[in-house]
């Protein structure tokens, strides 16, 4: 068994295979990532009770499991994808004089450097919030609150101070369309990749494909916009 | 008379597998717009060779489209701008004064042999690991024996029309194989004659393929607008399907 997960793995579509299982469930942590975060739209309670209740799931256990879930698939579609490259750069050598593509998209040709830029934003992102490294959003009093008689941490307070920095800001929406570029050709991959598409369904999953990223940079960019703008405060 | 060209040719010359290859530029003066682009590299090469110079080494063999033996890339295109054999591109598909860059097909596996020929043998292994139906003794079967289905028939007329000339690999940012690979796999598991090995064809095809050292597809789709038979990447699909499915009966069985 373990040979032969191995030998599915060192083949070229075995490894397309993994990038592929494993970016569907980032493309689904992604979305779901953002339907939490625009509950920040329904006041502090609405955000405040969802992170308590992510928290609280399975008696704290289910948190856990999610983010060594989410480890495992960012590490598997970066060492596979980091690979891949690394063999489509030695299958040419050396480039054409004239760059005659005719098919692809920018999204296709910089997989690679929009995928790089997007953990580069992970980490930050996992510094910035979750981990709180240079700010003190994960120990001063005024970032915890009460709700329903319980002490909860107050991440809309987070979310709004976190934004109030416009630098930050910036950043944060120069990540969102670097994902956003990164899952217009990501998503139709998937389906091409995973053989989940037929001639009649390709245009479909490809403009679905430009939707969902559509979506996503929508949702969560207008998240540090309306703190800018004083919209959420 | 018909009309004529004046062109500049910037051709890849490259002596041997081992010479690093520099491209060199040729005067292409009073080319027939009526010539193909080979008779145009042939009317190049009778004037090298009155000169005295060393002709430029390109592969041709039926000159009508159907082999598969011609190549080269045009304007970093694979058999240049129209979606046909470079055999079958004519010198009317170019403006007088163009300037027109050619090269070989560029990839690891299809080492350059001279100038703008490559090694393709690549190619024959991927097909002889697998890219047949065994052969079984006895008397050819009657005609018709065997009903196949109208649909089923033309799907595997259209992988079918592969020539293999590899213009799927020059025109993949990747120099992946997998469109080739996949029209053959795809043609026979189309056919029931074909369809009880597909299993063991598309694993062993597709190990050879990746033991050859071409890239992996990254969904660019250039493969299918290169190839002169217009042949789909929906094949790909297929052949991903199919791969993963032989792949996972092969590990739990």
């Known amino acids: 068994m373990m040979t032969q997960l191995s030998r599915f793995y060192a083949s070229s579509i075995g490894k397309k295979a993994v990038v592929a299982v494993t970016g569907a469930g980032l493309l689904a942590f992604v979305f779901a990532h953002m339907t939490g975060n625009l509950l920040i739209y329904l006041g502090p309670d609405a955000i405040n009770a969802y992170g308590r209740f992510l928290h609280e799931l399975g008696h704290g256990t289910a948190i856990w499991f999610a983010r060594l879930g989410l480890l495992a698939m960012f590490g598997l579609h970066i060492v596979a994808t980091v690979q891949l490259t690394r063999q489509n750069r030695a299958a040419r050598p050396r480039g054409y004089a004239l760059d005659g593509c005719q098919r692809t998209t920018s999204a296709a040709r910089f997989m690679i450097v929009s995928g790089l830029t997007v953990l580069a934003f992970v980490i930050y992102h996992l510094m910035h919030f979750t981990l709180g490294v240079g700010n003190d959003y994960r120990t001063a009093e005024e970032y915890f609150t009460m709700l329903d008689g319980e002490r909860v941490h107050n991440i809309h307070q987070m979310v709004v101070d976190g934004f109030s920095v416009w630098p930050v800001s910036v950043f944060y929406i120069l990540a969102m369309f670097l994902l956003c570029w990164h899952l217009m050709h990501g998503f139709s991959s998937v389906f091409q990749t995973l053989g989940a598409q037929t001639h009649g369904t390709r245009r479909i999953v490809r403009y679905a494909g430009y939707g969902f990223a559509a979506v996503i940079l929508i949702g969560n960019t207008s998240i540090p916009l309306a703190v800018l703008f004083g919209l959420v405060s | ?253």
């Open chain 2, 1 to 253: 008379m018909s009309e004529t060209l004046n062109l500049i040719l910037k051709v890849w010359r490259q002596q041997g597998p081992a010479d690093v290859g520099r491209f060199e530029e040729i005067d292409a003066k009073g080319i027939p717009v009526d010539a193909s682009f080979l008779e145009m590299l042939d009317i190049i090469n009778e004037r090298l060779i009155e000169n005295g110079a060393d002709p430029v080494a390109f592969d041709h063999d039926c000159r009508e489209g159907i082999c598969g033996t011609c190549s080269l890339v045009i304007n970093g295109m694979p058999h240049g701008p129209k979606q046909t054999t470079t055999c079958q591109l004519h010198m009317r598909s170019f403006r007088d004064g163009d300037v027109i860059w050619i090269e070989p097909f560029r990839a690891n596996a299809f080492p350059v042999i001279k100038d703008l020929t490559v090694d393709r043998t690549a190619f024959d292994r991927i097909i002889a690991a697998g890219g047949y139906v065994s052969v079984r003794t006895g008397a050819a079967p009657d005609a018709n024996s065997m009903p196949v289905p109208k649909e089923q028939a033309d799907d595997a007329f259209d992988a079918a029309t592969c020539i293999g000339c590899g213009a799927c690999v020059a025109a993949c940012p990747n120099a992946s194989a997998m469109l080739f690979a996949a029209a053959k796999i795809g043609h026979l598991d189309s056919l029931p004659q074909g369809k009880p090995e597909t299993r063991r064809r598309v694993l062993a095809m597709v190990r050879t393929m990746d033991a050859e050292g071409f890239g992996n597809c990254t969904n660019h789709y250039e493969c299918e607008a290169a190839c002169p038979k217009e042949i789909s990447a929906d094949w790909i699909t297929r052949m991903n399907r199919l791969h993963n499915k032989a792949a996972t009966i092969e590990a739990v069985r």
